[in-house]
């Protein structure tokens, strides 16, 4: 028997629990004692069932656990190849736009500095064309300054040369106009010297044909004045050419 009852004294309440035996009109520990063996009938059919159900319901839940894990390491599996690939596309993605940035800044500096380059050679050639073509300016200004000056020398020489020739011209035809005047003076004056020894012969032959009658002394008369005419239409030719001769000098 045990010596430690516990608490309850369980074992002492099943001694005499099973010790009892109902009389024969003792309905109510019949019932009793019927209503407990059938309790425990079915308290142990029960038991055996959820034993049975237990280690049923253990080994589905383990083949569920199993499979979850299973499909859970999938999926973690699948998701972490998924993020790796992702990660590295990433990463790939990263690398290619940082590679092509550096690529592309590599071209920019270059092109830029081509460009500074090509700037600097541009302006300094422009500017030595430009200083070339200020020097051809002004070797030519220089050259066409310097040759204007010389034309300008020779148009004033040329100039003082006319006006020298035009003074000595004028002298000249001052000299011919006064020796034209002096000729035609001297030819007027042999005109009236000799129209006055004209006059003077035809007064004397009128004096000396007065005498032979009225026809005579008419005669000489007309022939005298016709003298006159002539003399004086020679005179007038005289001084018209001497006239022209002056005013062509």
Do not use: W
């Not at 003792?26 to 209503?35: F, H, I, L, P």
């Not at 290619?96 to 500095?113: G, L, P, S, W």
Request: no cysteine; aromatic share 8%; hydrophobic share 30%.
């Amino acid at each position: 028997m045990s010596i430690d009852k516990g608490m309850f004294n369980f074992q002492g309440v099943m001694d005499t629990f099973y010790g009892y035996q109902p009389k024969d009109g003792d309905s109510e520990g019949r019932a009793m004692k019927n209503s407990f063996m059938s309790n425990m009938i079915q308290s142990g059919f029960d038991a055996s069932l959820a034993k049975d159900m237990a280690y049923t319901q253990s080994g589905l839940s383990k083949g569920q656990m199993t499979h979850a894990a299973d499909l859970e390491l999938r999926n973690k599996t699948a998701l972490m190849n998924d993020e790796f690939n992702k990660g590295m596309m990433s990463m790939g993605g990263q690398f290619e736009f940082q590679n092509r940035f550096a690529e592309d800044q590599n071209v920019r500096d270059i092109t830029k500095d081509t460009t500074n380059t090509a700037t600097q050679y541009e302006f300094g050639n422009q500017m030595a064309e430009n200083q070339n073509v200020r020097d051809i300016t002004k070797n030519s200004y220089d050259k066409a300054a310097q040759f204007d000056f010389a034309d300008k020398l020779a148009d004033n020489q040329n100039i003082r040369d006319m006006a020298k020739m035009g003074f000595q011209g004028d002298d000249y035809r001052k000299t011919v106009a006064a020796q034209g005047s002096q000729n035609r003076l001297d030819m007027v004056t042999k005109g009236e010297q000799e129209r006055y020894g004209m006059m003077q012969q035809g007064e004397e032959t009128r004096l000396n044909t007065m005498q032979a009658g009225d026809e005579t002394r008419r005669t000489d008369t007309n022939r005298a004045e016709e003298g006159r005419i002539t003399e004086r239409e020679r005179e007038n030719r005289q001084s018209a050419r001497s006239r022209t001769m002056a005013r062509s000098f």
